[in-house]
């Protein structure tokens, strides 16, 4: 029986649940704010002819059926890149990975066996029950490895103290990975297997990913145009006011002022603050509280479009210095030559973690490219002479905030949910979790399931940071990656 459903947000999760129900003859019609682009914070932006990432998202994932849709979507479009990254930090670049004998000599003999003595210090007496950033790291790398390389650069992207941050976020984004694992990988750097055994790579130390051609936008360019063909219909600028339910029903209002209605499901992609405070009848009051109280970081990239003097190779750079407001530096063309459209030249983008409204998101480009120009000179990646052009892109709400009340708030909502039929949360905002875009897809790729059938099949809450189905939080079958394999319907269990 064919469904009508309404996607909210024209990101991955929204194009990769349209693209799936509209090969399955759904009737799915897209909602999109965005005058231009689709793929939302995972969309390529350009400025004449030359594309860039709203940060750089790499195309690699424990999950087969993700790397099965990229494929089907991009094919031979897609390239496979080498990862090459680097931290700055007291004027000097370390690799990262580690590598551990350029680590030791860069740091000093004597500073290096300190951070040995706090690494055993920290395994001997651990914080018990870590639950803030600081203790779970320090747990991890030891208290003075966690003031090198996790401080400054984390309070930068997040604008709060360590202390304040919820140890699910390090949890998350450092998973596997501790100070033995990451020199072990140094020494003993894993051969590749014939079969790519993605399920077994921490995925902090991947050496090479998938990317397209001419960057993540073209995977849901290309994605949106397809899913038109299937007859799945995109609305471009065109935000949602409000979302209705009555008799069991769904009814949109764009901020167009057009009324959608007649939906029996709708996947908001939206934040989630955002979407509760447009649901009516409204979510009960302690729900709407833990969603106002829920915080975003937002984002920019200042583009520098600069005379190429070979001036560094690397995908990327954190910035691990403190006299500098920057906190990460791309290099698009060594993410794709494609990206570039002359030889000759550069595009950087330099990464600046802000809150709408403050110093830094309220300046003028002109400012900001200028602020970029020096901050690029000061850590002498290149010089002001070889600048010849700027850009810059703001991304308000771009990373979900893992505060010590999150978790609370998250699940205040989710109780509330469960008296709203068809209403589905999907992807990075919508779930309030800061993920790769595999997790968002493979939320979208079971909400669809679960549409299809006509029935609730899975639980998008039981899909793990590494795009992988645990029902009930147990792991599946043993061999990673393939996740079809591992989707049996809750009912059966």
């Given at each position: 029986m064919k469904k009508k459903v309404a996607i909210i947000g024209a990101g991955p999760a929204g194009l990769t649940a349209a693209y799936l129900l509209g090969k399955e003859a759904q009737d799915v019609t897209v909602f999109e704010?965005?005058?231009?682009?689709?793929?939302?914070?995972?969309?390529?932006?350009?400025?004449?002819?030359?594309?860039?990432?709203?940060?750089?998202?790499?195309?690699?994932?424990?999950?087969?059926?993700?790397?099965?849709?990229?494929?089907?979507?991009?094919?031979?479009?897609?390239?496979?890149?080498?990862?090459?990254?680097?931290?700055?930090?007291?004027?000097?670049?370390?690799?990262?990975?580690?590598?551990?004998?350029?680590?030791?000599?860069?740091?000093?003999?004597?500073?290096?066996?300190?951070?040995?003595?706090?690494?055993?210090?920290?395994?001997?007496?651990?914080?018990?029950?870590?639950?803030?950033?600081?203790?779970?790291?320090?747990?991890?790398?030891?208290?003075?490895?966690?003031?090198?390389?996790?401080?400054?650069?984390?309070?930068?992207?997040?604008?709060?103290?360590?202390?304040?941050?919820?140890?699910?976020?390090?949890?998350?984004?450092?998973?596997?990975?501790?100070?033995?694992?990451?020199?072990?990988?140094?020494?003993?750097?894993?051969?590749?297997?014939?079969?790519?055994?993605?399920?077994?790579?921490?995925?902090?130390l991947i050496?090479?990913?998938?990317?397209?051609?001419?960057?993540?936008?073209?995977?849901?360019?290309?994605?949106?145009?397809?899913?038109?063909?299937?007859?799945?219909?995109?609305?471009?600028?065109?935000?949602?006011?409000?979302?209705?339910?009555?008799?069991?029903?769904?009814?949109?209002?764009?901020?167009?002022?057009?009324?959608?209605?007649?939906?029996?499901?709708?996947?908001?992609?939206?934040?989630?603050?955002?979407?509760?405070?447009?649901?009516?009848?409204?979510?009960?009051?302690?729900?709407?509280?833990?969603?106002?109280?829920?915080?975003?970081?937002?984002?920019?990239?200042?583009?520098?479009?600069?005379?190429?003097?070979?001036?560094?190779?690397?995908?990327?750079?954190?910035?691990?210095?403190?006299?500098?407001?920057?906190?990460?530096i791309q290099n698009f063309k060594s993410w794709s030559p494609y990206m570039v459209p002359d030889s000759a030249m550069a595009c950087y983008g330099l990464e600046y973690f802000c809150f709408e409204g403050d110093g830094l998101w309220t300046s003028s480009d002109a400012d900001l490219i200028a602020l970029a120009t020096r901050e690029i000179t000061q850590i002498g990646l290149t010089l002001p002479a070889a600048v010849v052009d700027g850009y810059v892109v703001r991304q308000p709400k771009a990373y979900p905030v893992y505060d010590q009340e999150y978790k609370h708030n998250v699940d205040e909502i989710r109780n509330a949910l469960k008296e709203y039929p068809g209403l589905y949360l999907v992807g990075r905002n919508g779930m309030h979790k800061y993920n790769n875009q595999d997790h968002s897809m493979m939320t979208a790729m079971l909400a669809a399931k679960n549409i299809v059938a006509g029935e609730e099949l899975y639980d998008l809450w039981d899909v793990n940071e590494d795009a992988e189905y645990h029902e009930g939080g147990n792991r599946g079958a043993e061999e990673t990656g393939k996740v079809s394999e591992r989707l049996v319907p809750v009912r059966n269990q």
């Open positions: 704010k965005d005058p231009q682009y689709v793929g939302g914070i995972s969309r390529t932006e350009s400025y004449k002819g030359y594309h860039f990432d709203i940060g750089g998202h790499r195309f690699f994932s424990k999950s087969k059926e993700v790397e099965d849709f990229w494929t089907e979507i991009l094919g031979d479009e897609m390239l496979e890149r080498p990862r090459s990254s680097r931290i700055y930090y007291n004027k000097k670049f370390f690799s990262y990975p580690l590598v551990a004998f350029e680590a030791l000599s860069k740091l000093g003999v004597i500073e290096s066996a300190l951070c040995v003595l706090s690494y055993l210090r920290a395994k001997l007496f651990p914080v018990k029950n870590p639950t803030n950033f600081e203790d779970w790291v320090t747990n991890q790398f030891g208290k003075r490895l966690f003031n090198i390389f996790f401080k400054t650069y984390t309070e930068k992207v997040w604008g709060i103290p360590c202390k304040e941050i919820s140890a699910d976020w390090a949890a998350q984004r450092i998973k596997g990975l501790s100070l033995s694992s990451a020199i072990w990988n140094a020494l003993f750097p894993k051969k590749k297997s014939a079969g790519g055994d993605k399920g077994k790579v921490i995925k902090t050496d090479s990913f998938r990317y397209p051609k001419y960057g993540p936008g073209m995977m849901w360019e290309v994605c949106a145009e397809k899913s038109k063909k299937m007859g799945v219909q995109i609305e471009m600028n065109c935000g949602v006011k409000d979302i209705t339910l009555a008799d069991g029903k769904w009814t949109v209002l764009t901020t167009d002022g057009r009324s959608w209605p007649g939906y029996d499901y709708v996947l908001s992609s939206a934040p989630m603050r955002e979407l509760v405070q447009s649901v009516i009848p409204p979510f009960p009051q302690a729900a709407q509280q833990s969603a106002k109280a829920l915080g975003y970081r937002d984002f920019l990239t200042v583009v520098l479009i600069c005379k190429d003097e070979d001036a560094f190779s690397d995908n990327w750079i954190y910035i691990h210095d403190p006299s500098v407001k920057v906190g990460r």
